[in-house]
Each structure stands twice: as structure tokens, then as C-alpha cells.
């Protein structure tokens, strides 16, 4: 279905005017033109108390991910040391929007990836961002308050969790059998690093657009849709390796990295999370092309996550475990 901005107006002013109990008009409503996994929309109100919003709203299962587990870890960390957006409701009726959504604060400040077209910025907020990554890592799930979602006794343990939610996410999206991510499923399963630092708070998509910057500090990270309590070498390599390749080569985003975290990145540890998240980024973009395919969101990006993005993590998964 075609974007309906006065139909998303519309639906906004509706589900605030039932939270807030009373009439809300919608000044402005605009839509974020980047991420994949969720349609964002910041929604500015007549409302003097409450005049901003951000509703992050389910696109049909993209990326495999719901709402409710990064809904629950905002409401948990918000207030705490690691800087999150203010959650307010969590919403699965249809009858809004049409997939379940989440709505949260819209917190001021610099969001966005448009600082990248000033490379000597660009490196001043990467280094403050990675900062920000090694301070996130620095406390425990109990210190976070984090308990309900069940810390896992070691970084071994909740690696073997990790492989086993991916590999489940490809098993529900394949279309048929892919030998290469077969293979390196069982190569990940086999060579588990052994526990050698304590588990963590793991964001699971760290990236040049995911945190709001204001005063030169990192008020918020946000899109927390594949966080879990694991390895923070997880977000060390995925950063380096695919997400940070937006500030430039991995190298020297490893070299500012071992700057900040408390853990040792090197050798073949660091080479097991390279392909770890190359797997992941198979196993998630698979499942595009099958929302696609199903009916439940007709954008064309869709299908070029779900073929080109694929491909892309399968050639980088091969080349990693061919030199691993």
C-alpha cells in the first residue's frame, strides 16, 4: 500500500487523543526517510505539555523483529546510565496504523546521518560515539536492571543463543535450503570463543544514525531492535566490519575502539564476530524479500535487502570463513 500522509495524521491524532484524554491536533508529521526495519514518524502536537512524539511502527515482520522486546528494554534503561528515549506506549491494535507500533519521546538534538558529508565532523562524532559504545559496555545487565530478560551464566552461553535466534529467523524466511549459511551456522556453533569477559548489554546495530548527539554527548541510542545480553565483541565487529565502514576502513575503527572498550580485540576472536555478523545480516535481510513476497509491505527496498543485501552478506560470509 502507498504511503497516506493524511491517513497517518489522521491515525496519529486519534490513538494520542485516547492516551491523552482529551482532543489533540497534529501540526507536523514527517516520516524518516532511512531504516528498513521500522516505519519512524515525528509527529509534532497542539499539545503545550506533551508537544512532541516518535511512533516507530512494525513494517509486516521486516528484518524478523517485534516491538515489544525493545519497547520493555527502554522502559528498563531509561533513567540509567546508558541514555535511551523515554518510552510511553506500546500498541498492537491494527486499527491504528495498521502493524503494531511503539510510541516514544522525541529527544532534542543532532539525529540523523547528515554530518557524514563533513568527513573531518564525521571523525569527531565517531569518536565521541565510540566513546559512548565503551561507557554502554562498562556495566552489568544487574546494574542496567536488566534481570528480567535472563542474563545468561557467560558470554559462551549467550553466544550459542545468539546463533540459535539467527539461525531460526533463516529457517522461517528461506525460501529453500542455502548451503553456505548452513555451513557457516555449524561453523559458528563449533568454534564458540571460551568465556573471557563478562556479559553484556548488547546493542546489536550500532551505527552512524542510531544515537541522538547534543552538546558534543550522546544523550540517546536508539533502535534497540536487535539488543540482547551477550559478547560485546558482537558490537566491537559488527561496528568495524559493517556499520562503521560509513566513517571509513575497519582498521582504524578497531584501533579507536580498543581506545575505549575494556576487552581485547584481536585475532581469530575477532575474526569468529566478523562472520558472526555477516550471518546475521543474511539471516535478517532474507526475511524481507518474504514480507515482500507475502503482501505485508510493497516497498521496493524490501527487495533489494532481500536480494542485493543478501548476496552481499553471503559473498562477505564466504571471503571471511575461506580466511578464517
Known sequence: ????????????????????????????????????????????????????????????????????????????????????????????????????FMVMEKVEGEGGMGYLADPERAQQILRIYVESMGGMHRYSPEE?????????????????????????????????????????????????????????????DLSAGNFILRDEKVVAHIDWEWSNLGDPMEDAAFFAYIKGRMFGPPEPILDLLREYEDFEIEGDELRYWEVFNYVKGCCSNIATLKVFDEGRNYGLNMVAIGTTGFLGFTTRTAQALRSS
Open 144 to 204: 542496567l536492571g536488566l534481570h528480567y530478560i535472563g542474563i545468561p551464566k557467560d558470554t559462551r552461553e549467550a553466544t550459542l543463543r545468539q546463533i540459535e535466534v539467527w539461525a531460526d529467523r533463516y529457517r522461517r524466511y528461506r525460501y529453500v535450503k542455502e548451503p553456505l549459511l548452513e555451513e557457516a551456522i555449524l561453523w559458528l556453533k563449533k568454534n564458540v570463543p571460551e568465556p573471557k569477559r563478562p556479559v553484556r548489554l548488547i546493542h546489536g
Open 1 to 100: 500500500m502507498p504511503y497516506q500522509p493524511e491517513k497517518r495524521r489522521a491515525d496519529a491524532a486519534a490513538f494520542l487523543s485516547e492516551k491523552l484524554g482529551k482532543p489533540v491536533g497534529i501540526v507536523a508529521l514527517n516520516r524518516l526517510a532511512s531504516g528498513h526495519s521500522r516505519e519512524t514518524l515525528m509527529v509534532k502536537t497542539d499539545q503545550s505539555d506533551q508537544p512532541e512524539f516518535v511512533f516507530r511502527i512494525e513494517q509486516g515482520g521486516v528484518l524478523g523483529t517485534s516491538s515489544e522486546p525493545e519497547f520493555r528494554l527502554l522502559e528498563a534503561l531509561h533513567g540509567g546510565p546508558v541514555p535511551v528515549p523515554q518510552p510511553y506506549w506500546l500498541e498492537d491494535d491494527p486499527q491504528w496504523f495498521g502493524f503494531p
